[in-house]
């Protein structure tokens, strides 16, 4: 069992190393579309204002096949992403399939 002042101690050094952490979070769309794409801004809205600079987006748009969409989340998954959004459910389902662990 550890002491409260040890889990005080440790929880500085851990926020340090997580402040110099930069995100990468792939976007995976399944179409244009104005509900979508305000979802996706949304969503890096949100994020940016979260983490400012330390996060970076790369963005696929499947064009409306959702073949494109296993291909673009494929290619996160390679990229070793932190995070995938899949914006649609053939986005979610090719995430689902490539990955359980981002």
Known sequence: ??????ET???PAEEAS????????????LVQHDALDAATEGFKQALTD???DKVTFQEG???????????IVNQFVSDDVDLIMANAT???L???AATNEI
Do not use: F, H, R, W
């Open 1 to 6: 069992m550890t002491s409260p002042q040890t």
């Open 9 to 11: 101690a440790e929880e």
């Open 18 to 29: 997580s402040d110099a952490k930069q995100y990468v979070v792939g976007i995976c769309q």
């Open 50 to 52: 979260k983490l400012g």
């Open 61 to 71: 748009n499947a064009s409306g096949d959702p073949a494109t969409c296993s291909v």
């Open 90 to 92: 053939p986005a979610l």
């Open 94 to 96: 090719a995430a689902v």
